[in-house]
Structure formats: structure tokens, C-alpha cells
């Protein structure tokens, strides 16, 4: 069988890629997906008990028109709109996010450590080289100690200190000493912080809705279970895990970039192609696993916040999501019951016993107070999954690495885009993940220069 266009994975990317090919005519298409699902890590899970999940806390937010126009069509105006609402647990209390935006919450101790840390002669002066030394370089000692560094690793499983930081952008709030003492004397909060303070979710289905619909457009172009086993750059040709050959003129790859160069291209027929160089480019992407537990208890309390953070060592996870406030339909009963949703992260620098963390989310959802102990006895479901490719995180190697590997694909043919397609987690949100399709698809037919995704 041979395509125009071949496409690995029917995730935002592919689906997006795979949409707007067939928008500017293009229907030489196949995408091929290894679940018996499309989405991607945007899927979405009903359990047994009737409670809906996402593999994370998605919102819908955008930076493009494109995408504001694709959804408002395909949800067709069934979604919620919300004000971001979102806390930080720490020292037993609720500080409003941003963190670093909002210290007047802690206790006075804490408060004057983080002030202290930012008047003059005592925040880094140096320019920084790494994540860890940009913690304190922007945010003083005292905030890098209460929330950066903890709630970082806890996040990434990865020690900052072999992070870059040039990625960070609209991704994180950075701090003037200022406007931390306006807050603080005035006894005011900032939280309307960030791209993502207003955002959109589907009224049932989770964010899988989304690209369920997407995939139902494109009909049998989208071909699941089939995984890949094997890349031929030279013959032009995907090999599946279930005997077939497909050959193709180009080719968008939106799986694992480190998976496609060691085990689709590097140990397939095109083995010889594939140098030590590139390999060892592979070599230095480095990720985190993300496990998200699913607590569905029987009853309700009055809590409007959306999602937290957890810096502290007392909870494993990281973020918990009110996943019944993003809407009620998450839930088996709405109004009845709610949906917890938290993440915790894993790597070699960070190992988790994974048979152990359900257990150990519900303890920590005792100890930091979204549940009280008497309401164990109420959880209605414990649903789980466990994504060994959670996070691409920013490591001081991986722009020199993509450097070496992308253009190489590039040349024989190959594209390869996405969360970790692309490898870089600053284009990752969903909006940008479906635009890096969009765009590809654009130069693709058109000639039209990407932007979402550069090198």
C-alpha cells in the first residue's frame, strides 16, 4: 500500500496533521495508531463506576484562532467556560497561585525568609546556568526553597541542576520585589496569572471528546490498533507490528523521538543508517513517567478551586485536579459525588512503587485535607494509569540533541512532531500540539514556514 502522506499516531498532532492535509484537498492520507483509541495522552477513560478520566489535568486554553475555530466546531458549543481557580498546599494552608506572586498566605517566618532572600545584595547576582541556579537568580533563596526546588522535582523527577532554563517563558511567573511588598503591606492577591486563567472543557466525555470527534471526521483514515515496528528511511517504508508494509512520500512520525531513532529506524532494515552520533543524541532526551490515580468519593464539599500544587513531601503527587468542577459529568452521580484526579511523577532519580501509589495518593489525600479520614470509607472508584512518556523534560543536552536528530529525519523524509515527536515540552500544550500538525500540513502543501515548532 502506498500514501502521500503517512502519519504515526492519533494524537492532537497526527489527528491535526491528518485534518488539515484533507482541508487543503490532500486525501492521500493514513494515520496509524497503536491504541484501540485515538488521542493520545489527551484520551479519556470512563470507569467501571461510571467516573470519567483524563491522563492529566487538560485544559482547553489557545494562543491560535485555527484551534479556537477547530473545537468551537467540534464540540459545537457543548463545553464549560472557567476562572482558573488554583492553590498551592503548603504549611497546612491554601496560598493562592502563583506561589511566588502570593507569600503574604504563609506564616510570617516563611514570609520574611522569601523577603528577605529578594532585597538587594541577597538574591543571585550571577547569571544563571542551569534551572536550579535561575530558582534562585530570579526568585531568591527563600521562595526557591519553599516552592521552586521541591514542587520542581516532584514534577520533573529530575534534578534542576541538570535543567536548562530557556524554556520557560509563559510557563512560569517570575517575581519583582515590588510587587511582593505591594501584597504583602496591602494584603493583596494576584492570581490571574498565565494563558491559562481562562479555559474551556467539554461538557462530558473529558478531553477525550475532543479528538474522538476529531478522528470520527477523518473516518477510515485513522487506522488503530496497529503499532509500528519498523522505520526504512531508504525504501521510504512503515512496517507494522502485524506484517503490513506501507510506503509513503512523506512522513510524520509523532511518537517517542528516542523510540523512532533506537527501535523503529535503529533496529529495523535501516539499522546501518542510523550512526553512534545520532544514537547517542537519542541517548540524551530525557522524560518522566506519570502515574494518575482517580478517586471517586460519594459526597460533596464547597471547594471552587480547579487545581492544586503540592511542594511538600506529605502527598506524593505533585497536582490534584477537581476534575467534577471542570464538569459535573465527570462524575458517576453529578452533584453527588466527586472526581480527585492527582498526578506523581517517576524516573531513575525519582523511582515510585507503582503498585503502592493509589494507596499512597489517598494517604496524602488525608494528610494535605481533600479528604477526611472518615470519608475513605466513602471513595466510590480508584481507577489508575501509569504513562511511562509523561513529561520531555528540558535537560542541558536536549537542544544540541534535537540539532543533531531533526534535520537528519528531515533529510531522508521524515518529520517528526508533538509532545514527544518534537521532544519540547514549551510547545507541548494541547493547542500547540495540534498546531505543529497544522502548521507541517501547511508546509507540507503550501510552503508555509512551522512556527509553533522550531529548533
Not at 533563596?141 to 536548562?164: C, D, H, L, Q
Request: hydrophobic share 40%; aromatic share 10%.
Amino acid at each position: 500500500m502506498h500514501v502521500k502522506y503517512l502519519i504515526i499516531g492519533a494524537g492532537p498532532t497526527g489527528l491535526g496533521a491528518a485534518h488539515r492535509l484533507t482541508e487543503l484537498g490532500e486525501h492521500s492520507v493514513l494515520v496509524l495508531e497503536r491504541n484501540p483509541y485515538a488521542g493520545g495522552l489527551a484520551a479519556s477513560f470512563r470507569d467501571a463506576a461510571g467516573f470519567t478520566w483524563d491522563i492529566g489535568g487538560h485544559v482547553v486554553f489557545s494562543h491560535y484562532t485555527y484551534f479556537d475555530n477547530l473545537v468551537d466546531a467540534l464540540l459545537g458549543g457543548e463545553y464549560l467556560e472557567h476562572m482558573r481557580i488554583a492553590r498551592v498546599r503548603i504549611a497546612e494552608r491554601w496560598v493562592p497561585y502563583p506561589f511566588q506572586n502570593n507569600i503574604r498566605h504563609l506564616p510570617p517566618d516563611m514570609q520574611w525568609e522569601c523577603v528577605q532572600a529578594l532585597l538587594p545584595g541577597h538574591r543571585r547576582e550571577v547569571a544563571p546556568t542551569n534551572f536550579a541556579e535561575w530558582f534562585e537568580y530570579v526568585f531568591g533563596a527563600g521562595i526557591a526553597k519553599y516552592f521552586m526546588r521541591p514542587y520542581n522535582f516532584k514534577v520533573w523527577a529530575t534534578p534542576a541542576e541538570m535543567m536548562s532554563y530557556q524554556w520557560i517563558g509563559e510557563r512560569v511567573s517570575v517575581v519583582n520585589l515590588e510587587m511582593v511588598l505591594r501584597n504583602l503591606v496591602l494584603q493583596l492577591d494576584n492570581v490571574s496569572w498565565g494563558p491559562n486563567n481562562l479555559f474551556r472543557f467539554p461538557q462530558q466525555g473529558g478531553t477525550g471528546e475532543i479528538f474522538t470527534r476529531l478522528a470520527a471526521r477523518l473516518g477510515d483514515k485513522v487506522r488503530l490498533n496497529t503499532p509500528v515496528a519498523a522505520v526504512d528511511p531508504a525504501s521510504r517504508a512503515v512496517h507494522t507490528a502485524d506484517g503490513q508494509t506501507i510506503t509513503y512520500d512523506k512522513l510524520l512520525t509523532t511518537g517517542p523521538l528516542d523510540i523512532l531513532i533506537r527501535d523503529q529506524i535503529g533496529a529495523g532494515p535501516a539499522a546501518a543508517m542510523v550512526g553512534d552520533g545520532m544514537r547517542a543524541a537519542a541517548g540524551q532526551l530525557a522524560r518522566n513517567g506519570v502515574f494518575v490515580a482517580g478517586v471517586g468519593v460519594n459526597g460533596t464539599r464547597d471547594d471552587d478551586t480547579c487545581w492544586m500544587y503540592f511542594p511538600e513531601s506529605n502527598a506524593p503527587f505533585y497536582r490534584l485536579t477537581n476534575f467534577h468542577n471542570y464538569s459535573p459529568r465527570n462524575a458517576a452521580r453529578p452533584g453527588h459525588q466527586r472526581a480527585l484526579m492527582a498526578e506523581t511523577s517517576w524516573s531513575n532519580h525519582k523511582p515510585e512503587q507503582l503498585d503502592t501509589l493509589m494507596d499512597k495518593t489517598i494517604e496524602g489525600l488525608v494528610n494535605t485535607s481533600m479528604l477526611h479520614p472518615d470519608e475513605t470509607a466513602r471513595i466510590a472508584s480508584r481507577w489508575s494509569i501509569a504513562v511511562d512518556y509523561g513529561y520531555p523534560v528540558p535537560t542541558l543536552g536536549r537542544d544540541d540533541a534535537l540539532r543533531c536528530i531533526q534535520p537528519w529525519l528531515e533529510a531522508h523524509g521524515i518529520y517528526s512532531r508533538g509532545r514527544f515527536g518534537g521532544w519540547k515540552y514549551e510547545a507541548a500544550n494541547m493547542d500547540h500540539s495540534v498546531m505543529q500538525g497544522v502548521e507541517w500540513a501547511g508546509r507540507m502543501v503550501l510552503g508555509e514556514e512551522e512556527t509553533t515548532y522550531k529548533l
